[in-house]
């Protein structure tokens, strides 16, 4: 028999359950998109992207442990297809910034349901996920910067990710928890 959790079903909590989807597809996606690079011997790319990837499964994560502590119910979804076929390194990157835009949205809507139902703690754990979009976009919208100056001169680009430092690695203390523990 299975246990009932206390709490019904917000529009915030449908969005939020969604969101797990999003992000584990955003996971996956990433995957992809390192496991090309890493076929075309580009090892900082594949690591960037293999990093990524990580970092979106926690965001996962975090809002299952979010939904495990607000007594929700918690269903774990399947990822849906992604994208495997490129012609171009450049398609990669501009698609893992449409995702990150399109997260972005999310996160928005998703605080603004928050605020709407009078949820305030939904409404203040959005909160780091906002901020964490910023970086994510801007941490993107450089590395296609950088890819497109590049001219196809991909060792330039494979140089300076392993010169700079893009993202925060997911070392980012004021994360939410992570359900079993971020990676």
Same mark, same amino acid.
């Given at each position: 028999?299975?246990?009932?959790?206390?709490?019904?079903?917000?529009? +915030?909590?449908?969005?939020?359950?969604?969101?797990?989807?999003?992000?584990?597809?955003?996971?996956?996606?990433?995957?992809?998109?390192?496991?090309?690079?890493?076929?075309?011997?580009?090892?900082?790319?594949?690591?960037?992207?293999?990093?990524?990837?990580?970092?979106?499964?926690?965001?996962?994560?975090?809002?299952?442990?979010?939904?495990?502590?607000?007594?929700?119910?918690?269903?774990?979804?399947?990822?849906?297809?992604?994208?495997?076929? +490129?012609?171009?390194?450049?398609?990669?990157?501009?698609?893992?910034?449409?995702?990150?835009?399109?997260?972005?949205?999310?996160?928005?809507?998703?605080?603004?349901?928050?605020?709407?139902?009078?949820?305030?703690?939904?409404?203040?754990?959005?909160?780091? +996920?906002?901020?964490?979009?910023?970086?994510?976009?801007?941490?993107?919208?450089?590395?296609?910067?950088?890819?497109?100056?590049?001219?196809?001169?991909?060792?330039?680009?494979?140089? +300076?990710?392993?010169?700079?430092?893009?993202?925060?690695?997911?070392?980012?203390?004021?994360?939410?928890?992570?359900?079993?523990?971020?990676?």
């Amino acid at each position: 028999m299975a246990l009932t959790k206390k709490h019904p079903r917000s529009k +915030f909590y449908e969005l939020l359950q969604g969101q797990v989807h999003n992000e584990f597809h955003a996971s996956q996606q990433y995957i992809a998109l390192a496991v090309w690079f890493d076929n075309e011997d580009l090892p900082q790319l594949a690591k960037h992207f293999y990093r990524q990837s990580v970092e979106e499964r926690n965001h996962a994560m975090a809002i299952v442990q979010y939904l495990l502590d607000t007594d929700h119910h918690v269903e774990v979804p399947g990822t849906g297809e992604v994208r495997n076929d +490129f012609s171009d390194p450049v398609e990669l990157v501009e698609l893992a910034l449409a995702q990150e835009k399109e997260v972005a949205a999310d996160v928005k809507t998703l605080a603004k349901a928050a605020r709407s139902e009078d949820d305030y703690q939904g409404e203040q754990f959005m909160q780091w +996920f906002l901020k964490e979009q910023v970086e994510e976009i801007s941490q993107m919208s450089t590395l296609l910067n950088v890819m497109k100056r590049a001219k196809g001169n991909l060792f330039d680009v494979e140089n +300076f990710l392993h010169r700079e430092s893009v993202g925060d690695h997911g070392d980012d203390p004021t994360m939410p928890p992570v359900a079993g523990g971020a990676l």
